[in-house]
């Protein structure tokens, strides 16, 4: 059988879980396997319970699943949380300093949750501290590894002579990883190369971990036996180690977009931070470009700027998610009123209002399509990964430039909170077509003139001869303010019929992709794309054959197109995360179909690939509700 | 050859009201950019929305007709993408102290190099009339129901605390004032905000054209006969000329203190300025060295549609 | 034949046009009949050209129609504007003074217009001056009535010794006004009646416009014969003469609004500043009630400060348009997450952006019921007329009340800048249900109980023993954040259920409304059901039945009712005062059908009912197009 | 009995970085709460959002968690439908300084009375770590990348320029000062606002603890342990006291002055105070005579279902 592994690790927030996740996932990645982990993590910034579950495997894989090869745990809330989670055969590593704490002594339990594993342990006759929790993981099948963090720093302080060690808690995490390294037989090199890299600017404490590392790695061998083992395969050439938001940030670089405005918000602003990280480019055969990365006092004025920018002719975008986005919706019709390219990636998360801040969701589809007031043309398009949303950001500046439009990008929380590996980002597939842009001008200049396909030749300011304005209100081919009717059908009829030439030109595989069809055929956008490619390969070894259509353009909506990709299919189900179905909606009303069944989830966790095979499953075999929601995940 | 200040009008029909103040702040807008000579291409003008709003499309040079209140945000975008455009930011006090000063105080800490110019009528003209934040409070005018429930904001006081680098004020019915004020505020290298007090005889019947003429004072004293008197024919001085702590305190609270004249003692002219600080664009490229000559704008980002940005050292660290 | 007549005044604005059309309209309705009239204006204070037309008929009416009856103009402007749309039989005033005024001496005359004008009078041969206009109306059978009114003024400085009359131009206005009613024989007691009441405040002014009114209409005689006349008819008793705004603002006033917060807006503002001029209330058996009105510094302020009014228990509501609307999507997630009860009025114009913003548009529906990031349950509901929308104001408060749900209620400019007779509004009619608002509670409380209809009740900030936490967050059952799953899922079903509660309860009278269903059948929303009540009538009086179904609630949508009503309807006209039909697609979204043709409208200008008819009448004959453009009005 | 000050806390699980600055002012505030005696059921506390939003989720009175920058907005809505509440508005320093300026502003104006705390630490901490508008120009805290791009805002100065007419400022390590503080906000009839300095131990390493202790001050003078000074203890006189213009300027001009301390000496406590300026709730009664017995909160509205509104007035003046 081919190697499948899930590997977890889980602590307070900022006690190292993400670079411990880190460390692991360079490892397994340098040898050989492909990765696909996922960060959770509460509204907070220190000591509520935050947890990364790695997926390590030979085959490809684009989701995690519901179980747990090996957990390893520093803290008794991690067990809490996860005992149940890991199946048997699996095994935890854990601190056995915590065997007698009690599940009411951690106070960042919640009472729902705390409620729930009450009854859970309650049922199990298993008592409420940290060994009744692991007890009911052994009886489970699961094997424990009772280390004492504590005595290895003591041991490491002594074997060294650096009595600093001893209290050196914040080197949990890589004890965690090494010790969970050791014990699957992974090889130890890559694990003190991935500290190195990772700990790259600060010497000192690369030599310190690799210290604790390599005393970890080595009472790895005590731990005695574990049914799994990574021992590393052939390593693959041309393969990354993405997060996120890398895809739209590099994606961003290579289109050429030099102008970000943002506002603070999760899950999009590492976006922009890491675009201002790198804000000096190298070109090609020039002299450096950048990105003029600008925090702004709040969303409004980030689109306001991005406007602003985009008018010099500078390709421009924000990135926010649905609270910042809310506060563009005005000015977002100014821009399609204007026809002035811009693209906003919208990071999306559980809403409504502050929701769930951290977590996940697919919930502003709708919004985003029939955001702001009054009739324009705008472009919604959707990134189904992080791969992908590296190519999807190379479009979305190119849809924007060649119909004058603003161009939504989603994206969401999982995309950005996964780290993953995947083929080596390929710039030279980024094509940029910026349409009727003008670079001089000759004769009288109006930026509004009537053309047969409704796109004028573009100035932008500075431009020599290319003077315009810009109103908000109704404009005439100079962009002077006009009441007159017929002017107005002129302009609006101008304007809403890009629409028309974006379904008309935007090639069919980038509007949706077909992942097959079959008599059951599921239908989604968007990140759920991982777990349904999954799932519906699990779906194909049992086999079911069940298809699949990924929908990316869904303003305007391809409706023919998926009208026509979806002939052969009798069944539909809609795959989302949110509460109403909103891939749904916009199906129903553009194509006159409604799915025969939604798999939804708005816990704000990620699906996992399992609990959509069981519900697909189900729903083939009639046992399935009309709408069935998904739970996994803590 | 520079164009002439004809050149700098449109042929757009103006609706203002006859006597509106605007007439006076247009102009002299036009007679700046024509005495500083700068091309029509070169330079944009913002506006925000209100009656003050429709100033772009009355001024021949590139115009951005905006949203209610967001003018500041559109122009600093504009300014930073392309640092060696003139930008020129108009609009209603309401436009930029009520629904826009959120931006306005975010303006200041940033000190992108233009500049701002309120329309300071003390109301919401194009909405008929209710009180802008200007208005002081208790204050009726004609075309309020009851008097001004809110207390006025000092344009002069909160530029200073949010951290612009010239702040002025001009009346629009002293055009060649105005005029030279807007220069000086064009040319400064930073932020500049002027305060325009313009009279608005459609709705504001308190501030008008005869009240600041101090009709009304006349009886009291023959001497004066205006409430407007400027700041340059006085000693005061309100330049930071050198970079002390000491000396900095004392200029703006100086300014501070002289916006607190009002009633009876318009000042008028330049109430801080400092060029000590430096402007958004040169922090820039203290970060990004070669940013003023090779701004966003100019970037050249493709070769026949070929992305010409270099990311392999990025991906590079990436492969694993 | 029934009396029906059109009058048209116009003029620059700040001449007087509405307060001279009020005269008119409070003659004509004094003297028993109907009147709708409607008022057009540029965005601009003074000198733009603004018109008023005033229908008057003893029937029903609910719309304008194409043509004008009689039109009286002191601007050339009013004439070169309108001249063309006086039908033959139909009469002209006009100040003989402007005869020879040249087309390009009009400086607001747009350049669009003065081309269409130019070849429409090159096409009938007539120079490019009043003259010219008014020949060709002559030439169409319309009589001129040339009136100096240099001289009337003259005239009535000499009668009274009164120089100062000489100059009074500001009288122009009602000097029109009288000379109209003079020629179409109106008795003139109710004409000095009118401009007594509606410069009640100002004696003197009162006094002189009367002075010119009797002069005027004394002259009138003078004019010679008209075809039409007006003698007056029974009065009507309980007939009330209302502009717009006056049906949500009493509407609020009697539903016990309390609180209303606000930012100036067009076409909004009006019924704010109502609110404020009346701000102390007479209560029955009580001291004064009040309205606090209070002017916000933005709408983001006005829908924060409503909701922190409404979280006292007060009853509590904000006006605005599109722009303010898309500034207030952001804390209108806020509210629904925290079931605050809460009434947006959404007077809506033509979009997108600034667009015409004096202009009628119904273009923000597909916005409203969208609005918002994340799934959270709203009502969306929408008045075809003032009448209607008085009593609407009242049920929106009690469905905000009752499912603790955001209410946007969808109004106009249409509605807002008519004036009409009505039956006198009866209050008795509106009942208050606050649903569960407690005024006491005993024992633990928490604001968001589980319940078996998912309302929890609701107490009020200083209610003793009633304290609760209110987050943008998910939260608990207390309102305390929670990121717990499956809490989650039990509040975000919680929250959602109650739109299929509002469906299940609300009575189907108040969801949608059948004025007949046949084979062709008409479904609209909002104010364009005025002209379309008038276009059935039309085309009943033709012989033609052509059914119409307007809905009202419009989110949660009423698929099942819509669908049934729409059984017998073969074929489905939707009519809509936007570009892309969006009521149609609302309607395919959840039902499933789509409108077999679209009568659309986007010039800000409202439907008059002979457009209208006219398009369905083609549709029925075949000869019209799939999407029919409507393009009346100046 | 009024409540206990255990009574003020709620047992939600608070999940601030240890050795938070936030800790001392939730505290002061509890413990002013307690030592007014406030009913927990008459006051509520309203908070914007980062880690400070939590606040009000700690206090046990009627507590409203609402929108990044929105805070004053719904306090003032629920003050003016119910103004015998207590309320409270607290919140971060972007929260209120940043995204939320205009309303501070616009709240200056509207001068209703209520108390506004911001939570000064320098930083957007619920974000990580981003600059936030008090940060000063050129600063690097740990969790910036490059030094702070824009000038910092001064809080005191722009409540002054907005309006407020009590303006203080407090520590969050003094929490006995903090908490007098706050009930003299409290009980100042108009907006008082405070601007607590509260560091940020996990983002914020430039004004910490240390810092404010004048701990690396301690070397160059061995007599002064800490910046801070509170202001009562100088003869510092912060309030005006009679109506005279000129009394005003003085006063204003004063805290001005006094706000532009900073660096080495940071004075805390009250720098302005103007109870002459009526409150937005009393003008509010110029308008509508009953208005503070029958607020709206408290109207009837309805018997039985039937509206108890009697609009006959209006209805027959609309009668034809
Ligand atoms: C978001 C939004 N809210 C409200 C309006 C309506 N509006 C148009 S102009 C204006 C006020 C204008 O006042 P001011 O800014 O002082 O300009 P002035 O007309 O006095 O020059 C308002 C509120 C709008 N355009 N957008
Ligand atoms: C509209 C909107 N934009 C952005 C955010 C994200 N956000 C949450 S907290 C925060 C900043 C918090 O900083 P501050 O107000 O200083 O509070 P602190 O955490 O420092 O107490 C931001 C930007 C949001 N919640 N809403
Ligand atoms: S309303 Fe006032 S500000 Fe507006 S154009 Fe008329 S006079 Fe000028
Ligand atoms: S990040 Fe800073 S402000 Fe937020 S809780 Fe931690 S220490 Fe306090
Ligand atoms: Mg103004
Ligand atoms: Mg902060």
């Not at chain 1, 996740?21 to 396997?33: D, E, K, P, Q, T």
């Not at chain 1, 509460?42 to 957990?71: A, C």
């Not at chain 2, 703006?252 to 203190?257: E, R």
């Amino acid at each position: 059988m081919m190697t499948d592994f899930t590997w977890l690790i889980g602590g307070p927030q900022g006690s190292g879980v993400e670079s411990g996740a880190n460390i692991f996932s360079r490892v397994c990645a340098a040898a050989g396997y492909n990765i696909f982990g996922k960060r959770e993590f509460y509204s907070n910034i220190k000591g509520e319970h935050s947890y990364f579950t790695v997926r390590v495997s030979e085959k490809e894989i684009h989701s995690n699943v519901n179980d747990v090869t090996l957990m390893t745990s520093f803290d008794a809330e991690t067990i809490f949380r996860h005992f149940d989670e890991v199946s048997a055969g699996g095994g935890i590593i854990y601190d056995s300093g915590l065997e007698q704490t009690e599940t009411v002594k951690v106070r960042t339990l919640d009472k729902p949750f705390l409620d729930r594993l009450h009854r859970r342990l309650e049922s199990l006759d298993c008592p409420f501290t940290v060994t009744g929790a692991l007890n009911a993981a052994r009886n489970n099948g699961v094997t424990l590894y009772p280390v004492s963090f504590k005595s290895l720093l003591e041991g490491m302080a002594a074997e060294s002579g650096n009595e600093r060690l001893r209290n050196m808690i914040r080197m949990y995490n890589v004890i965690g990883v090494s010790l969970s390294l050791g014990l699957v037989g992974m090889p130890a090199h890559p694990l003190y190369k991935s500290i190195g890299a990772i700990f790259a600017k600060k010497p000192q404490v690369a030599q310190t971990n690799e210290h604790a590392a390599r005393y970890a790695y080595s009472h790895a061998r005590q731990l005695g036996e574990f049914a799994h083992n990574l021992p590393g395969i052939a390593q693959r050439p041309d393969t990354i180690l993405v997060q996120g938001h890398y895809g739209t940030s590099l994606g961003k670089m290579v289109a050429g977009c030099r102008f970000q405005s943002y506002y603070p918000i999760t899950p999009a602003s590492d976006e922009s931070t890491y675009l201002e990280s790198h804000e000096i480019l190298e070109v090609r055969n020039d002299r450096p470009g950048s990105t003029a990365v600008i925090q702004t006092e709040d969303e409004i004025s980030a689109i306001g700027m991005m406007i602003g920018a985009a008018l010099t002719g500078t390709r421009s975008s924000t990135s926010t998610s649905g609270p910042g986005f809310a506060l563009m919706t005005e000015a977002l019709g100014w821009a399609g009123i204007n026809e002035v390219p811009i693209v906003i990636t919208l990071y999306q998360r559980s809403g409504p209002s502050t929701g769930l801040p951290t977590r996940h969701g697919q919930d502003d589809l709708l919004f985003a399509v029939f955001a702001g007031h009054g009739d324009f043309a705008k472009i919604v398009y959707a990134s189904g990964d992080i791969e992908e949303s590296f190519y999807d950001t190379g479009r979305c500046f190119n849809y924007a430039d060649k119909y004058q439009i603003p161009v939504i990008h989603m994206m969401d929380k999982f995309l950005s909170s996964s780290v993953v590996t995947c083929k080596r980002f390929d710039p030279s597939r980024i094509s940029i077509d910026r349409g009727l842009l003008l670079e001089e001008i000759k004769g009288e200049y109006k930026r509004f003139a009537a053309t047969p396909n409704g796109i004028s030749p573009r100035s932008r300011l500075g431009l020599a001869g290319g003077i315009f304005w810009n109103t908000g209100d109704e404009s005439d081919e100079y962009g002077h303010i006009t009441e007159d009717p017929y002017m107005r059908i002129q302009m609006m009829d101008k304007r809403m019929s890009r629409l028309d030439l974006v379904l008309d030109e935007i090639p069919e595989s980038e509007q949706a992709v077909s992942f097959g069809v079959s008599k059951y055929t599921m239908i989604s956008w968007g990140s759920a794309k991982g777990p349904i490619l999954d799932a519906q390969t699990m779906l194909k070894e049992n086999g079911i054959d069940v298809g699949f259509v990924q929908v990316k353009l869904l303003h305007p909506f391809p409706a023919e197109l998926i009208g026509r990709l979806l002939a052969g299919a009798d069944t539909l189900i809609d795959i989302e995360a949110n509460h109403s179905g909103q891939l749904g909606k916009l199906l129903l009303q553009n194509t006159g179909r409604k799915p025969d069944y939604y798999i939804l989830k708005y816990t704000g966790r990620a699906m996992t690939c399992t609990e959509l095979y069981d519900s697909v499953y189900n729903i083939i075999h009639g046992t399935a509700k009309h709408r069935e929601v998904l739970t996994r995940g803590a | 050859m520079a164009p002439s200040l004809s050149e700098y009008k449109t042929d757009v029909h103006n609706d203002w009201c006859p006597g509106c103040g605007d007439f006076g702040i247009v102009n002299a807008l036009q007679m700046a950019l024509a005495e500083m000579g700068i091309e029509r291409d070169r330079a944009a003008i913002f506006s925000g929305i209100g009656c003050s709003g429709k100033t772009s499309h009355y001024i021949n040079t590139y115009g951005i007709h905006t949203l209610h209140g967001r003018v500041l945000t559109f122009a600093q975008g504009a300014k930073l993408a392309s640092p060696d455009l003139t930008v020129v930011a108009v609009g209603g006090d309401g436009d930029g102290l009520g629904i826009g000063a959120g931006h306005f105080v975010a303006a200041g800490r940033r000190n992108v190099d233009m500049t701002y110019i309120i329309f300071d009528n003390g109301v919401y003209g194009l909405t008929k009339g209710q009180a802008s934040p200007t208005l002081k409070l208790g204050e009726k005018t004609k075309s309020l129901a009851s008097p001004n429930q809110n207390y006025s904001v000092n344009p002069i006081g909160l530029a200073i605390a949010s951290g612009f680098t010239f702040v002025g004020r001009g009346y629009s019915y002293d055009v060649r004032h105005l005029k030279d004020l807007i220069i000086r505020a064009v040319k400064h290298r930073g932020l500049s905000f002027l305060d325009v007090l313009q009279p608005c005889p459609t709705y504001n019947d308190i501030n008008t054209r005869d009240w600041y003429a101090g009709v009304d004072l006349a009886d009291e004293s023959a001497q004066r006969h205006s409430r407007i008197y400027k700041l340059e024919e006085t000693k005061y001085d309100s330049k930071v000329s050198y970079a002390s702590e000491s000396v900095l305190h004392e200029k703006i609270s100086q300014a501070l203190i002289k916006s607190l004249e009002w009633d009876t003692k318009i000042p008028i002219g330049i109430f801080y300025q400092n060029e000590l600080i430096s402007a958004c664009t040169v922090r820039m490229a203290d970060k990004i060295p070669n940013y003023l000559e090779n701004p966003p704008s100019r970037q050249r980002i493709s070769d026949n549609s070929s992305p010409l940005t270099d990311i392999s050292k990025i991906l590079d660290s990436l492969q694993i």
